[in-house]
């Protein structure tokens, strides 16, 4: 059966798909970028605040289904351009303790609301 998972905390979604899909002991995150839930802006001072506010958002949404970075199993990260790896990986890195997810990094020609810096994740729920 499959379960929609939103909360208030993090964006809305700006087009036809959910913030976060159950099925089962897995949750499918979609891509977040850095959209401030409260104003609904880009927060866009640098890639490392878009970053942090892209995992902030995550943050909620694995609040919401009661979930905790720990359980995170896979992550996709979408970069406007290599040249951000590093910042982004570091605030990125910032969230986990060990047990670090499997991952993949890649560039893409461009992201929505000109976002520098996309991330989804898969999470095994308890």
Do not use: W
Not at 2 to 22: E, F, L
């Amino acid at each position: 059966m499959k379960t929609i998972i939103s909360t208030a905390s993090a964006p809305a979604p700006i087009g036809p798909y959910s913030q976060a899909v159950r099925i089962g002991q897995l949750l499918f995150c979609s891509g977040m970028i850095a959209l401030d839930p409260v104003t609904g802006n880009m927060v866009q001072d640098s890639v490392s605040a878009e970053a942090k506010q892209v995992m902030n958002n995550i943050s909620a949404l694995l609040k919401e289904a009661g979930a905790g970075f720990e359980q995170i199993v896979k992550t996709s990260i979408f970069l406007k351009t290599m040249d951000d790896f590093a910042a982004v990986n570091e605030v990125y890195g910032s969230y986990f303790s060990d047990h670090f997810p499997a991952r993949e990094t890649v560039a893409v020609a461009g992201l929505p609301k000109n976002a520098r810096v996309e991330i989804s994740v898969i999470v095994a729920l308890s």
